[in-house]
């Protein structure tokens, strides 16, 4: 697909589309804008296309390299030229991978082998049978990473809360903001505490810092060096710099460099899901993943949930000049999605270049934004309704609550329904003067008051059905984004598979950091020589 494809469609959206005629003229509407995904279903009515334009979406992506890329992707090419990495994060949740192998490696053995010991390690965990250092079992279980290595297994513990059946308490340690690590330990014992190192260079700073300060804590508590070895647990592909730390060569789960760290929910990087969940329950997150992997890869287009969504995107960022796309999960678990969303998205796409290092003409990725329902409707849904911004927004419901609360859920259900309805048809002038009159009011304080209360509508929705959040659906979810996520990178042109943009934010700290210990600032601009300064006198 070509930016000047891309560009074409701001041409076409400026047709305008009035929902509120394009469903009283159509009752079907619903039916023919909808489609079902691994017991997920998706209405999309809500949007502002007709036939013509979503035909020619359908047309851009049936000319677009998807197919193809797709293809790719799934033969092991290394899609992600930049760093000449494969991109197998699917090959983590098929049920039988007897027979992968990747440039001459056994794959599937190494997967088979990597789920055996995280399930021997939970298993034991479970059962008080892994000992500490001085004789007690372990209680509670550290688990530091940052980027993806957090927010993946961080958002799927919270949204499976309802499933939780670990004795041993666990604990997400990331930024390297001193107070996180500090509250983390302030009311552990190392002696009953098993940590997880989760880095794959086994030198991201941030989760370097945090284990450092961890192994003080421990030393500070008398353990010498075995007792390190027997409480420290990594997954890393730096098995010398792990080794280097004090953790044992049997106490490291792989990380391959075919997995992207926004994507390793399915490796070792979830074995806090698994601790929380049981293997057995994380078995089924896994088989929801496949299950939406097999769509993606055999629906045709017209009937592809991951590619609608994408579409949808693309027709938004790039047909109405749309910056920002709102996450709205109704539903309590599901808070921390928008925030991991945030970085599959975000950090996938959010780039300048196409995949020949030329300047992209075009807008990508949107800033994605959003909390749980209703708590959004107090505060931020305000501009969602009035505001002259268009923010496309996806709703998401699960049907089944996990508690007994019928008619709580049955209110949230309402509320979110009428949401989409509300951004949908907005209220005229008219429905607004009315109101005010039947209220009571004088004409000449409803003319006052009316224009104040008018919500324009045609604010684009799509919402989501979940049967239940169950470990099967969360694992469709969460790889239904994962594929729009790559379908638009395809369609831009882009590599959703790297982030040199992260890296130059840790390049430039390093400097800094010495600065601020003291050494020569004088080759930095007169801004950051002003900010260490500041620090320097304040530390004083």
């Not at 911004?389 to 008619?407: M, R, S, T, W």
Request: glycine share 8%; with cysteine.
């Amino acid at each position: 697909m070509s930016g000047s494809a891309v560009a074409g469609l701001a041409t076409l959206a400026t047709q305008h589309i009035s929902l509120r005629q394009a469903f009283a003229a159509d009752p079907e509407r619903a039916t023919r804008f909808s489609t079902s995904a691994c017991g997920i279903s998706l209405d999309y009515s809500k949007n502002l296309i007709d036939d013509q334009s979503w035909q020619a979406l359908q047309h851009l992506a049936e000319n677009s390299p998807l197919k193809a890329s797709l293809q790719a992707m799934l033969d092991g090419a290394k899609i992600n030229h930049t760093e000449q990495r494969s991109v197998w994060h699917m090959m983590l949740r098929k049920n039988d991978v007897s027979g992968l192998t990747l440039d001459g490696e056994d794959i599937g053995a190494a997967i088979a082998d990597c789920r055996s010991k995280m399930t021997a390690l939970v298993n034991q965990l479970h059962q008080a049978q892994y000992i500490g250092y001085n004789g007690k079992a372990i209680t509670d279980l550290i688990w530091i990473g940052i980027g993806g290595s957090l927010l993946g297994p961080q958002m799927a513990v919270e949204a499976l809360t309802p499933y939780h059946c670990s004795p041993v308490k666990l604990h997400f340690a990331g930024n390297i903001d001193g107070a996180v690590v500090t509250d983390v330990i302030k009311n552990l014992d190392p002696a009953t505490t098993l940590v997880f190192v989760a880095s794959k260079s086994f030198g991201t700073e941030e989760t370097k810092q945090n284990a450092l300060a961890v192994r003080q804590w421990f030393t500070d508590h008398g353990a010498d060096a075995k007792a390190i070895a027997q409480h420290f647990w990594a997954t890393s592909s730096n098995i010398q710099a792990a080794a280097e730390f004090g953790i044992i060569a049997e106490h490291i789960l792989p990380m391959w460099d075919w997995v992207g760290g926004r994507y390793s929910l399915w490796s070792a990087i979830g074995l806090p899901v698994a601790l929380m969940i049981g293997t057995q329950h994380f078995a089924q997150l896994l088989q929801g993943a496949e299950a939406m992997d097999q769509h993606f890869i055999n629906a045709p287009f017209s009937d592809n949930m991951p590619l609608t969504l994408a579409l949808l995107g693309i027709w938004y960022i790039n047909g109405f000049g749309c910056q920002a796309q709102a996450l709205l999960p109704y539903s309590h678990y599901l808070r921390l999605l928008p925030s991991y969303v945030q970085q599959l998205d975000m950090e996938s796409n959010g780039k300048s270049v196409d995949i020949d290092g030329l300047p992209l003409t075009d807008a990508t990725a949107p800033v994605i934004w959003g909390d749980a329902g209703t708590n959004g409707q107090h505060a931020y849904h305000q501009l969602l309704h009035q505001s002259a911004l268009a923010v496309p927004a996806d709703f998401i419901l699960p049907l089944n609550p996990a508690h007994g609360l019928a008619d709580h859920h049955q209110r949230l259900a309402a509320h979110c329904f009428a949401q989409t309805q509300a951004l949908m048809q907005g209220k005229t002038l008219q429905e607004a003067t009315e109101e005010c009159l039947a209220g009571g009011m004088t004409p000449a304080q409803a003319k006052a008051l009316a224009p104040h209360k008018v919500s324009p509508g045609n604010k684009p929705s799509n919402t989501l059905l979940l049967p239940e959040l169950s470990p099967y659906y969360v694992g469709a979810l969460i790889a239904l984004y994962e594929h729009k996520v790559f379908c638009q990178g395809v369609l831009w042109r882009l590599n959703s598979f790297d982030q040199w943009g992260v890296e130059l934010g840790k390049q430039l700290s390093g400097p800094i950091y010495q600065a601020l210990a003291g050494q020569d600032a004088s080759k930095l601009d007169s801004s950051t020589q002003a900010l260490i300064q500041a620090f320097l006198q304040q530390k004083k």
